[in-house]
T-cell receptor, first 111, second 116 residues
């Protein structure tokens, strides 16, 4: 069964304190690994897609990386406005574009 | 502005009521999705429509009935719901070819549904 596990469940950082969020996946044939950000009362907002091991993508203070078993979302010098829940999702080959989501990581950044 | 608009944003209904959720996408996509998001659980895919045809029903109870009249609009008709159906219902869309696509899905802000 396809599974996506995110850790830790919650993370509290001081402003400027860099850290990483982990997403482990077990799917037979990965077609894409997706990262989303979700703010309270809002829908998930698309951040990145990674398609193959070794791939990296960056956007402002965020960098996403991918290996054959996991993905990391690195947050460099976070600011309070980076506080949100971060979701990752895996898409399996031949899966009718179906995404399997993790439970998410709630990040809080204190000023 | 997400490009995917859901109405209403909040809905409270009794177990015997009938209501509908609406989703409209302005992104020119041809695949649309319904998801259920409950506290402490991953997003659960409910239905997938590709070029207006339903291509996935993820073992959803028949009290949820989807409708996709065209590639821009998606409805979820609700009747005789249960308290455990209270959740955030999210609509998403993506660009798709005739087969599966690896393009990202873009979400609306959801309808918060409460069943009394």
């Amino acid at each position: 069964e396809d599974q996506v596990t995110q850790s830790p469940e919650a993370l509290r950082l001081q402003e400027g304190e860099s850290s990483s969020l982990n997403c482990s996946y077990t799917v037979s044939g990965l077609r894409g690994l997706f990262w989303y950000r979700q703010d309270p009362g809002k829908g998930p907002e698309f951040l990145f897609t990674l398609y193959s091991a070794g791939e990296e993508k960056e956007k402002e203070r965020l960098k996403a990386t991918l290996t054959k078993k996991e993905s990391f979302l690195h947050i460099t010098a976070p600011k309070p406005e980076d506080s949100a829940t971060y979701l990752c999702a895996a898409m399996q080959t031949g899966a009718n574009s179906k995404l399997t989501f993790g439970k998410g990581i709630t990040l809080s950044v204190r000023p | 502005e997400t490009g995917v608009t859901q109405t209403p944003r909040h809905l409270v209904m009794g177990m015997t009521n009938k209501k509908s959720l609406k989703c409209e996408q302005h992104l020119g996509h041809n695949a649309m999705y319904w998801y259920k998001q409950s506290a402490k659980k991953p997003l659960e895919l409910m239905f997938v429509y590709n070029f207006k045809e339903q291509t996935e029903n993820n073992s959803v109870p028949s009290r949820f009935s989807p409708e996709c009249p065209n590639s821009s609009h998606l409805f979820l008709h609700l009747h005789t719901l249960q308290p455990e159906d209270s959740a955030l219902y999210l609509c998403a869309s993506s660009q798709s070819g005739q087969g599966p696509s690896n393009q990202p899905q873009h979400f609306g802000d959801g309808t918060r549904l409460s069943i009394l």
